[in-house]
T-cell receptor, first 111, second 115 residues
Framework: GQNIDQPTEMTATEGAIVQINCTYQ??????LFWYQQHAGEAPTFLSY??LDGLEEKGRFSSFLSRSKGYSYLLLKELQMKDSASYLC????????????WGLGTSLAVNP | GAGVSQSPSNKVTEKGKDVELRCDPI?????LYWYRQSLGQGLEFLIY????????KSGLPSDRFSAERTGGSVSTLTIQRTQQEDSAVYLC?????????????FGPGTRLLVL
C-alpha cells in the first residue's frame, strides 16, 4: 500500500526559514509533489521531485531522498502570505496519475 | 489558455435533492479528476477520467455518486438524493495525460451545503 505522513501544524515567524517534512511508504516510486493550499482556495502546484537532491525555486525549495522515503519543503524569508496548508502527494505504483495525498501541514506565519 | 473552471461556485440544497456539479478542464488536458475535501480534511479522490478509457471510479463513496465526461472535455459530477454528509468542497483538476508524474491543476471548487 501507500502511506504519506506529514506534521499537522507548524508555526514560524515572518522572515524566518521553515522546513516541512513528508515521509512516504510505497512499493514503488513515481515522484513526489508539493502543493500549497490557502484557506478556502484550491491547491496550487509548487514542485515535483523524481530524483534525489534539492531543487530550488526562489524562496521555496524541495528536497527528496528516495532511499529514505523522505522529502521536505523549505520556505525561506517567510512572509505572512505563506500561511497556508502544504500538501505532499505521490502517485502510487502502476497508476502514476491518481495521486495519494497527505493530509497537509497547516503553516501559520506570525509577525 | 484559461485554467480549470467549475460551476456553480456555491450550492445549497435540501437533503434528498439531486445536484450536478460542472468542471471545464484546461484545453488539451486529457486527464480529469474529481476530489472531495471536507472542512479541515485532506483531499479525497473520487473519480478519474483519461481520454477515452473507462474511468477509474474507485473513490466514489456510494452509488448515489456518478460522473460523466462528454467529448473528452467537460465533466459533470452528479450526486443523487443528497445527504448532509455530502457537504464539502468538490474540486476538479486536470492534467496533460502523458506518462510519468503529472502536475494536476485545480479549479476553484464547488462548495456544497446540504441542509
Amino acid at each position: 500500500g501507500q502511506n504519506i505522513d506529514q506534521p499537522t501544524e507548524m508555526t514560524a515567524t515572518e522572515g524566518a526559514i521553515v522546513q516541512i517534512n513528508c515521509t512516504y511508504q510505497t512499493s514503488g516510486f513515481n515522484g513526489l509533489f508539493w502543493y500549497q493550499q490557502h484557506a478556502g482556495e484550491a491547491p496550487t502546484f509548487l514542485s515535483y521531485n523524481v530524483l534525489d537532491g534539492l531543487e530550488e525555486k526562489g524562496r521555496f525549495s524541495s528536497f527528496l531522498s528516495r532511499s529514505k522515503g523522505y522529502s521536505y519543503l523549505l520556505l525561506k524569508e517567510l512572509q505572512m502570505k505563506d500561511s497556508a496548508s502544504y500538501l505532499c502527494a505521490c502517485p502510487p505504483p502502476g497508476n502514476n496519475r491518481k495521486l495519494i495525498w497527505g493530509l497537509g501541514t497547516s503553516l501559520a506565519v506570525n509577525p | 489558455g484559461a485554467g480549470v473552471s467549475q460551476s456553480p461556485s456555491n450550492k445549497v440544497t435540501e437533503k434528498g435533492k439531486d445536484v450536478e456539479l460542472r468542471c471545464d478542464p484546461i484545453s488539451g488536458h486529457t486527464a480529469l479528476y474529481w476530489y472531495r475535501q471536507s472542512l479541515g480534511q485532506g483531499l479525497e479522490f473520487l473519480i478519474y477520467f483519461q481520454g477515452n478509457s473507462a474511468p477509474d471510479k474507485s473513490g466514489l463513496p456510494s452509488d448515489r455518486f456518478s460522473a460523466e465526461r462528454t467529448g473528452g472535455s467537460v465533466s459533470t459530477l452528479t450526486i443523487q438524493r443528497t445527504q448532509q454528509e455530502d457537504s464539502a468542497v468538490y474540486l476538479c483538476a486536470s492534467s496533460q495525460g502523458g506518462t510519468g508524474g503529472e502536475t494536476q491543476y485545480f479549479g476553484p471548487g464547488t462548495r456544497l451545503l446540504v441542509l
